[in-house]
């Protein structure tokens, strides 16, 4: 998608130089953050993660949380490991 790919190179100086970006998993990206004392990263939502997982590979809600619990949510790549966020409920 050339509006996120534009949005990606227009992060780069603002990102961690190894920040991680998830191929195919760009409709899901919220912004970006870090934790101190590291550099800002990508940032997710879980939520629509699993809805693009649902949508591309036309699978179910649980097989595409399965998918992300196991091959996406516990990654850990380094300081360049992209934040994911889950939206919490309203009370």
Do not use: C
């Amino acid at each position: 998608m050339k509006v996120i790919s534009n949005l990606l190179e227009e992060l780069s100086d603002i990102l961690h130089k190894d920040a991680i970006s998830f191929d195919g998993l760009e409709e899901a990206i919220i912004g970006y953050g870090s934790k101190f004392p590291e550099e800002n990263v990508l940032v997710y939502s879980a939520e629509k993660i699993i809805d693009v997982l649902m949508e591309k590979h036309n699978i179910s809600h649980g097989e595409a949380i399965e998918y992300f619990d196991f091959n996406i949510a516990g990654l850990g790549l380094g300081q360049g490991t992209p934040i994911i966020v889950w939206k919490l409920d309203e009370a």
